[in-house]
């Protein structure tokens, strides 16, 4: 019969070697776990960075009527950012943001506004939403009135207001949507009519898709410009093509196929602009007159 010493022990040692079989099992388990739960968090995060991000844009007003008030414009501009917000696929950089990060560069929004690539790049945009307010003119008339044996005279308001919107990508200056409202009204108020008209078709434009077809490249085309004064070449004027810096003249450039706006500016001065159809390899020669 073993002593009782040896049956404690080996009692002992057995329930040691089974607390081990307890601990490594629970330590196998735990690190099961966390393999799994590293797993699942790279997974996550992998999905993430693969999921493409909505393409962000930014809502440029300019008046070129050079009739419309600030109140105005900020009106203009409020719609439109109101008709981007409520598209599906986009996210909008607000005029707010955007005033942001131009006051922490040490620029002013009304200063750089023509320079809309770098306008684009700045915000982080995709897009630019380019809304230009082309005419905003309020006339009166004055008609006299006869009844009863009394004449009054009355003042009539008409009034004519027009609003073109380019969407334009940042990266290339292509223009991927355009759309231009007009209004003519019997009072003061065509402007507001054509904003909420323009609003109410911005709602609709697919921007999201607009930016993600940026991959189906247009044929591009040579475009020569020599611009010239009293018959002779002139040099160094800075050449804009749908508001973006191409370089100086004279120049050749690769211009993708389409509409576009072509500019000549010296020192912020707009010289010359015209809208050329490039489908084919062209030369602008522009005869800017004494200077």
Known sequence: MPPASSS?????????????????????????????????????????????????LAVIAEDLSGETDSGGLEMVESL???????????????????????????????????????????AGADLLLVVSITKNR???????????????????SRSDAGITVKALEVESGRIVAQRQFVKRTDNRRALDACAAEMKSALSKIPFGDLSASRNEELPRHKVLIKPTSGGQELQGLDLFIDGNFVGNTPITTDVEEGVREVSLRQGGRNLWSNRVQVLKEIWLTPELGSR
């Open 8 to 56: 404690r022990c080996d009692q002992k040692l057995t329930t040691e070697n089974r607390g081990h079989r307890v601990e490594n099992r629970g330590n196998f388990f735990r690190s099961v776990f966390l393999r799994t739960l590293i797993a699942f968090a790279l997974a996550c995060l992998t999905t993430h960075s693969v999921q493409a991000r909505d393409p962000a």
């Open 80 to 122: 439109a950012e109101a008709g981007v917000m409520e598209t599906d696929g986009v996210s909008l950089v607000s005029r707010r943001h955007l005033e942001k990060i131009l006051a922490e560069q040490g620029l002013a929004y009304n200063n750089i506004v023509n320079d809309r690539a770098r306008l684009g790049h700045l």
């Open 138 to 156: 309020i006339t009166q008339t004055r008609e006299s009135v006869s009844a009863y044996g009394m004449t009054e005279n009355i003042v009539r």
